[in-house]
């Protein structure tokens, strides 16, 4: 037991410095933790560090229920510590070890957080000086100014944390706007309502801007982001007044909805890359799960996008695919089987979907196996699609039509409008013809049947190794076969699994990579 005399000179060590803190060996999750007096964790925000305490001879973290989630054994006194580093061992997962490391603080938190907002403001009339003509009044601002514009639910765990994480660091001021998709900037998908119903319940404030796109942006410019972060590179999934072109005032980050760009080529096409899209052209930071292959990197080397924007992080999607809460919405007691269907149905585009071959066999089969629980996922442009493009053998009635029959069954259902990934990991098995679904289900190390079409976008030699880790099929029959043997024998590509997910995995925090770059680009 700790006498109070050591107690009391470990405490108010710790309550006159602020720290670095992360993985050992790492880049550090923040170079700014501060240790109040009054036992919190402050100018860093993470659910596992809310709170800390010296006790038993140890420095502990603790998360918000006030269980110790992090211990850090303590030399004879201050004086000791090699480095001013200490190393302890994370309770959640004991391979993990953290590191803290002490600077000195100044007198004051007051005198710190002055300091920085001057430091922000010295920057900021600095950058305009060389922008703005003289006579112009030049507005300053003591906080990094962070936008996101958001138009679909499903896609959002990949920008969820960060969007959170910026939103609780008080150097930073968040605007999050939320708009309807658009497909082919043309087609406007009611998805407004559904995002700032999410957003509301996750405890994000938003700007719903509903029409008037124009002025929005203006206002936007006004308030003068520094950073500017939309939720795809497909303009046309944006009205116009959010593309690209319109976007360049600030610098522009790219965070991938889909985890990772190396599965497959561009469509209809044998050769290049994702990445070499122009979007890119206008990217201030690319966030990547994992650094550029010798292929990738060929090809952006032969395009005018540069290699210096890309910065490997890992992944915030896998991360939340991985810790997702399992949910599946049927009540039926059957094996449950995930189907989730890709909307490139048509044969002029990456040309994986194949519902409208399948539908009627899967319906049958669902009805048929009542051992079966089978949820049905489609993707959210699969229904625009077949309303807006001719497909054989399909109708817009016929499609409604079967969703409605299939979630009458006892043992069907369907899920629209809603992350899939609680589902996915309430499942027992995946079937899906849907490129991303072929490698973010392995992170949750489920047995999937792959359904290929025999006229599908070529897989880079990336994606072939990763195909590896599911059970590829061509046809409906010979895929439900797989799908009844699997649910009751071991799966086979499970270490496959495991290889082709560490590196999106290997990073428990992205966005905190993440936020340091920004405060990196403002001199911070």
């Known amino acids: 037991m700790m006498d109070k005399q050591k107690q009391n000179t470990w405490e108010g060590y710790f309550a006159q410095r602020w720290f670095e803190f992360g993985k050992k060996g790492e880049e550090p999750y923040t170079r700014r933790m501060i240790l109040t007096s009054d036992g919190q964790v402050d100018n860093y925000t993470s659910v596992n560090e809310r709170y800390w305490q010296v006790t ?51 007198e004051s938190l007051h005198e710190l957080n002055d300091g920085m907002r001057q430091d922000l403001d010295d920057h900021f009339l600095q950058a305009a000086s060389s922008t703005y003509p003289l006579d112009r009044k030049i507005k300053t ?19 969820l944390p960060l969007i959170k994480a910026v939103k609780d660091d008080n150097m930073f001021e968040l605007k999050v706007i939320a708009v309807d998709r658009f497909y082919e900037s043309v087609n406007v998908l009611p998805t407004l309502a559904n995002v700032t119903k999410f957003l509301d319940k996750q405890g994000v404030p938003c700007i719903p801007v509903d029409g008037n796109y124009e002025v929005a942006l203006r206002k936007l410019k006004l308030w003068q982001a520094d950073f500017l972060i939309r939720q795809s590179e497909w303009d046309e999934d944006f009205p116009e007044a959010f593309h690209a072109d319109h976007l360049d005032w600030a610098r522009l980050i790219h965070i991938p909805y889909t985890i990772t760009e190396k599965m497959i080529h561009p469509a209809n096409q044998k050769e290049g890359s994702l990445l070499t899209n122009d979007y890119y052209l206008h990217v201030w930071r690319y966030f990547a799960a994992d650094p550029l292959s010798p292929n990738e990197k060929q090809a952006v080397d032969t395009s005018f996008v540069s290699q210096d924007i890309f910065q490997p992080v890992g992944s915030m999607k896998a991360k939340m695919i991985e810790h997702a809460t399992p949910h599946w919405p049927i009540h039926h007691g059957g094996k449950r089987v995930l189907w989730t269907a890709h909307h490139t149905i048509t044969k002029n585009w990456f040309n994986f979907g194949t519902f409208p071959e399948i539908y009627r066999a899967m319906y049958t089969w669902t009805k048929t196996h009542q051992e079966l629980s089978v949820l049905f996922n489609p993707h959210p442009l699969l229904r625009e699609i077949i309303s807006t493009e001719e497909v054989p053998g399909l109708t817009l009635q016929q499609y409604d039509d079967f969703l409605k029959q299939f979630d009458e069954l006892l043992n069907g259902g369907v899920l629209q409008n809603t992350s899939q990934y609680g589902a996915s990991a309430a499942s027992d098995i995946i079937l899906t013809d849907g490129a991303s679904a072929f490698y973010e289900m392995q992170i949750q190390r489920k047995p999937i049947v792959a359904l290929l079409r ?36 071991p799966d086979s590509k499970l270490d496959k699994q495991i290889a082709n997910t560490k590196a999106w995995l290997a990073n428990d925090h992205p966005e905190y990579a993440i936020m340091q770059a920004m405060r990196g680009e403002m001199g911070l």
């Open 454 to 489: 025999k006229d599908h976008t070529a897989f880079t030699a990336e994606g072939k190794q990763i195909l590896e880790g599911v059970h590829v099929q061509t046809d409906i029959s010979a895929a439900q076969r797989d799908i009844l043997r699997l649910l009751h024998e």
């Open 56 to 106: 038993d001879d140890e420095l502990q973290f603790l998360n918000g229920d006030h269980q110790v989630t992090t211990r850090f054994p303590l030399p004879a006194d201050p004086l000791a510590i090699d480095k001013f580093t200490l190393i302890g061992d994370f309770v959640l997962d004991p391979s993990i070890h953290h590191q803290l490391v002490a600077r000195h603080m100044p």
């Open 141 to 159: 601002h003591s906080h990094i100014r962070v936008a996101f514009i958001i138009n679909c639910v499903e896609t959002l765990p990949a920008l």
